[in-house]
């Protein structure tokens, strides 16, 4: 099955800061990606996606990152704040019906 | 803004009993899904519906689960006889068109004893 996993399992971050959060999966069908946050107790919240006909993509305070040639995603949150402070989890989606979800970072923002 | 309910937000089960979670999706959506998350690991597929019927499942959704959507607003997961290893969070989501955004609903932690 696809694999999509996540560099680093936690990060810690000043308030304020520039946060990265980084996921490789190993799909080369893969064409739609989603990050999500996750909070304690709660369902995943949509951040931001991309299709794999993009190389970037811009929210607010937000950027997705796609670099198909090496099968790797990233987040990028500017001025990181406490609220943002949850597990993110990178989703990947080919043809089929589902997706399939890394394993998550979690990110602490120290105030 | 609209957003996927789910009910209940915990249920306690004794093993061996059947569960309902009922779910709610955005009323505009079309694909209407049930992922899991065993605590400390990752969100699992188990089952997507589409047009009243299961379009793909995952191999955790065994005969003993099964969805149903009875009217136009509700969109249901049973498990006929829980397990242990059922324990989990439940999620249902919904999206607009396949290949677009999962909405989730909050989950229903799901405990069997």
């Known amino acids: 099955g696809e694999s999509v996993g996540l560099h680093l399992p936690t990060l810690s971050v000043q308030e304020g800061d520039n946060s990265i959060i980084n996921c490789a999966y190993s799909?080369?069908?893969?064409?739609?990606f989603i990050w999500y946050k996750q909070e304690s107790g709660k369902g995943p919240q949509f951040i931001i996606d991309?299709?794999?006909?993009?190389d970037k993509r811009q929210g607010q305070r937000v950027t997705v990152l796609l670099n198909k040639t090496v099968k790797h995603l990233s987040l990028q949150i500017a001025a990181t704040q406490p609220g943002d402070s949850a597990v993110y989890f990178c989703?990947?989606?080919?043809?089929?019906?589902?997706?399939?979800f890394g394993t998550g970072t979690s990110l602490t923002v120290i105030p | 803004e609209p957003e996927v309910t789910q009910t209940p937000s915990h249920q306690v089960t004794q093993m061996g009993q059947e569960v309902i979670l009922r779910c709610v999706p955005i009323?505009?959506?079309?694909?209407f899904y049930w992922y899991r998350q065993i605590l400390g690991q990752k969100v699992e597929f188990l089952v997507s519906?589409?047009?009243?019927?299961?379009?793909?499942k995952s191999e955790i959704f065994d005969d003993q689960f099964s969805v149903e959507r009875p009217d136009g607003s509700n969109f249901t997961l049973k498990i006929r006889s829980t397990k242990l290893e059922d324990s989990a969070m439940y999620f249902c989501?919904?999206?607009?068109?396949?290949?677009?955004?999962?909405?989730f609903g909050s989950g229903t932690q799901l405990s069997v004893l």
């Open positions: 989501a919904s999206s607009v068109g396949q290949h677009e955004k999962l909405f």
């Open positions: 799909n080369s069908a893969s064409d739609y």
């Open positions: 991309i299709r794999s006909n993009m």
């Open positions: 989703a990947e989606k080919d043809t089929g019906n589902q997706f399939y």
């Open positions: 009323s505009n959506h079309l694909y």
């Open positions: 519906f589409y047009n009243n019927e299961i379009s793909e």
